[in-house]
């Protein structure tokens, strides 16, 4: 049940100084993991957001907690080694938006070379909408760190795809 500015009532709510929700601070320990190309550390308390990345379940969780009222996906463009979804996610009313439903949409893509290669060679579209998705929600509410599904590891990539070539993949351009 939601009061009149659009919380969960009986939810604590973390704040910043603006009055604004700090979205990234309300995501659960429980649905991060460190950025094992950036450190060695496995407790996450003692890492920065640069060297965390978050679960596709804690997007999903923030979501249900700031309220939609609907959650589409469009294909761009789809071939034998590339898929580009788009994800529009219609928010429901809130203080934060004066009132007003509003809509945020972002694309995620997926190919052979922003993959790890068996899940490349088999999921594309799947990896692409969870891309779509958690861009979406986490550039709509401000949230400063990677998802682990826009992620690819460099340690992930190792074994390439025989037409693919194997020069390295910076994860912040995926």
Do not use: H
Not at 68 to 79: K, P
Not at 168 to 174: G, N, S, V
Request: glycine share 6%.
């Amino acid at each position: 049940e939601r009061d009149e500015n659009g919380l969960i009532k009986g939810l604590d709510y973390i704040f910043d100084e603006n009055g604004r929700i700090n979205w990234r601070k309300m995501i659960k320990n429980e649905y991060l993991v460190p950025n094992k190309d950036r450190t060695q550390e496995t407790d996450i308390t003692k890492l920065e957001d640069k060297d965390i990345l978050v679960l596709l379940n804690g997007f999903k969780n923030i979501l249900s907690i700031r309220g939609y009222i609907n959650v589409n996906y469009e294909s761009l463009a789809t071939g034998q080694d590339f898929c580009s979804i788009k994800c529009s996610i219609d928010f429901m009313p809130s203080y934060e938006t004066e009132g007003r439903s509003v809509q945020f949409s972002s694309t995620g893509d997926a190919t052979y070379n922003n993959t790890t290669p068996i899940n490349g060679k088999y999921y594309l579209t799947s990896i692409a909408e969870n891309r779509a998705f958690v861009r979406c929600v986490r550039n709509a509410l401000g949230i400063e760190i990677l998802g682990r599904d826009e992620f690819i590891s460099n340690k992930d990539n190792n074994n390439q795809f025989e037409n693919i070539s194997n020069s390295p993949i910076d994860p912040y351009t995926i």
